[in-house]
């Protein structure tokens, strides 16, 4: 049987790297907007990220780091409303072309398309974010490249649950070692594995890059370009520099 017969990809940190010149600055806008003084910082936004998911991790920042904010009645209505807004100026920044794809996610997605692999989507942020960025880095109707987007709320726990790996598995019918999952973050690397899928890790940024990623079956700095090749922190580096399909379906024979 061919394998991988699908290619999972994160999207914060996997395909661009998002979350400090991204969500970061959307949701510092969002806060400006609904006339609170909170300010997240480079380093406070790196303690955040230990919580997914955008509500999530407001709820987090009132309970540890602004314990002292007086809560509206509605809590969960006043987070969403400022979560709603923050999306609206991510997915603007997006439209301004702030992030770029990251090295080698466009040759790997071209490849594996035009090999007949299925692609698909497994991430903790918004679909409409997911759209956002696809438009403003993938050519015109990409979005259809990918068979199956699974984002958001459509789970009820987000990473490190395996939940949203098992509900892609499960829209594309697939078993866990019948696909690959790309990650770049140790709560990723943990919803794939917890779903059972071999994971590629690609560290992204000073967020990530220390974590322990104990279980990947491979560590690269990132998937590799012609000009970029790939270095590998953990497990053996592609011998051309780049992650294709080719090096992917060595690593089954490496877990045969
Ligand atoms: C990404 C996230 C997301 C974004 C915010 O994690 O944690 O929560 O930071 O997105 P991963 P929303 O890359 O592991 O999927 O605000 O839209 O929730
Ligand atoms: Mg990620």
Request: aromatic residues 8%; glycine residues 8%; hydrophobic residues 45%.
């Amino acid at each position: 049987m061919k394998w991988p017969q699908a290619l999972v990809f994160d999207v914060d940190g996997t395909l661009a790297d998002t979350e400090r010149d991204g969500h970061r600055v959307a949701f510092n806008r969002a806060f400006a907007d609904a006339g609170l003084d909170w300010i997240w910082s480079v380093e406070v936004y790196g303690e955040l990220l230990s919580v997914t998911g955008g509500k999530e991790r407001i709820r987090y920042y009132l309970d540890r780091f602004n314990t002292g904010f007086e809560r509206p009645d509605d809590l969960d209505g006043f987070i969403a409303g400022l979560h709603r807004t923050k999306t609206e100026h991510y997915m603007a920044l997006m439209a301004e072309g702030a992030i770029p794809l990251r090295p080698g996610v466009l040759r790997l997605l071209i490849e594996g398309r035009d090999a007949g692999i299925r692609l698909a989507i497994a991430t903790t942020t918004t679909p409409e974010n997911v759209s956002a960025l696809v438009r403003s880095t993938l050519p015109p109707g990409a979005m259809d490249w990918f068979e199956v987007v699974g984002a958001g709320d459509i789970v009820p726990e987000k990473k490190p649950a395996p939940d949203i790996y098992r509900w892609v598995l499960d829209q594309m019918h697939l078993a866990p070692d019948q696909v690959v999952a790309f990650e770049d973050s140790v709560h990723g690397l943990s919803a794939a594995r917890g779903a059972g899928i071999e994971c590629v890790v690609v560290t992204v940024n000073d967020y990530t890059r220390a974590q322990d990623f104990a279980g990947a079956t491979v560590v690269l700095d990132t998937l590799g370009d012609e000009d970029e090749p790939a270095r590998a922190m953990a497990g053996r580096p592609p011998a051309n520099g780049m992650v294709d399909l080719d090096y992917l379906r060595t690593m089954e024979l490496a877990h045969a």
